[in-house]
């Protein structure tokens, strides 16, 4: 028998704000994929963790920054460059809460994911729409996709918009027509054709981008014409493949990277 602890998200938060703390987003280098680690007052987060083979990586990066336990880990979707390294990361930390769409896929990688939540009773929930995310009390994580599973498991990706002070970063999973007025974009789908243009450009412009991608893909990401409409768009480009792991930090005034 399945053994899941279902914690249900609220759908409003009220946060204040102090200007004390620093708010620090890791954009981890995990080769093709995704993973960002977020801290902020001692809180963290992981919003994915990236192909199987970056599982070790990411579990060795954490540690170094001294981290000994994750308070929220969230799935984007059920893709195995999304989730390959969970289960590393699942059994080198005290994990408080697993959070994803509710998709499910037929993958052994998501099964031994699965697996590893039900062996470890690690609380597990699912996110719609609308949900905040529990984090820090100065910072908001509201959930703005999907509403309902289409069946496409990109566009079905849980969207978070983090929100400190008046910083606001976006984090669209795959989702390519995902949108939100945000400081800063983690692009969709490593910046696969129509990752910009179909969501991110069509209506508020982000000042700065990051792509998530492993260098010389065998995608060809991010596609020409992608890096082309964000230049075409003003937007400042900050590409995993060419610098590695890419740190963001914000006082909730301003951001910048490091």
């Given at each position: 028998?399945?053994?899941?602890?279902?914690?249900?998200?609220?759908?409003?938060?009220?946060?204040?704000?102090?200007?004390?703390?620093?708010?620090?987003?890791?954009?981890?280098?995990?080769?093709?994929?995704?993973?960002?680690?977020?801290?902020?007052?001692?809180?963290?987060?992981?919003?994915?963790?990236?192909?199987?083979?970056?599982?070790?990586?990411?579990?060795?990066?954490?540690?170094?920054?001294?981290?000994?336990?994750?308070?929220?880990?969230?799935?984007?979707?059920?893709?195995?460059?999304?989730?390959?390294?969970?289960?590393?990361?699942?059994?080198?930390?005290?994990v408080h809460l697993f959070v994803d769409n509710g998709a499910k896929h037929t993958t052994p990688v998501y099964r031994d994911l699965m697996k590893v939540i039900e062996k470890k009773?690690?609380?597990?929930?699912?996110?719609?729409?609308?949900?905040?995310?529990?984090?820090?009390?100065?910072?908001?994580?509201?959930?703005?996709?999907?509403?309902?599973?289409?069946?496409?498991?990109?566009?079905?990706?849980?969207?978070?918009?983090?929100?400190?002070?008046?910083?606001?970063?976006?984090?669209?999973?795959?989702?390519?027509?995902?949108?939100?007025?945000?400081?800063?974009?983690?692009?969709?789908?490593?910046?696969?054709?129509?990752?910009?243009?179909?969501?991110?450009?069509?209506?508020?412009?982000?000042?700065?981008?990051?792509?998530?991608?492993?260098?010389?893909?065998?995608?060809?990401?991010?596609?020409?014409?992608?890096?082309?409409?964000?230049?075409?768009?003003?937007?400042?480009?900050?590409?995993?493949?060419?610098?590695?792991?890419?740190?963001l930090k914000t006082d909730g005034k301003r951001y910048w990277f490091e």
């Amino acid at each position: 028998m399945r053994f899941f602890c279902f914690i249900v998200l609220i759908s409003f938060s009220f946060v204040s704000f102090s200007s004390a703390s620093l708010l620090t987003v890791h954009f981890l280098d995990v080769g093709q994929g995704d993973s960002a680690f977020i801290e902020c007052d001692g809180h963290t987060m992981l919003i994915d963790a990236g192909p199987l083979d970056s599982g070790l990586t990411i579990v060795s990066y954490l540690q170094n920054l001294g981290i000994k336990n994750l308070d929220v880990i969230v799935s984007s979707h059920p893709h195995s460059d999304h989730i390959g390294g969970m289960v590393d990361v699942l059994n080198a930390f005290p994990v408080h809460l697993f959070v994803d769409n509710g998709a499910k896929h037929t993958t052994p990688v998501y099964r031994d994911l699965m697996k590893v939540i039900e062996k470890k009773q690690i609380p597990y929930t699912t996110a719609k729409k609308g949900n905040v995310i529990p984090f820090a009390d100065t910072v908001s994580v509201t959930v703005t996709n999907p509403t309902f599973l289409f069946g496409d498991m990109n566009e079905d990706s849980l969207a978070l918009l983090l929100k400190y002070g008046k910083i606001r970063l976006f984090f669209p999973g795959d989702c390519e027509a995902c949108d939100a007025l945000a400081d800063v974009v983690k692009l969709a789908h490593h910046g696969s054709k129509g990752s910009a243009t179909r969501g991110i450009l069509n209506k508020d412009k982000p000042d700065d981008v990051v792509i998530s991608l492993g260098r010389d893909n065998d995608y060809h990401y991010p596609a020409p014409s992608t890096v082309n409409a964000l230049k075409k768009a003003g937007v400042k480009i900050h590409r995993i493949d060419e610098e590695s792991t890419i740190i963001l930090k914000t006082d909730g005034k301003r951001y910048w990277f490091e």
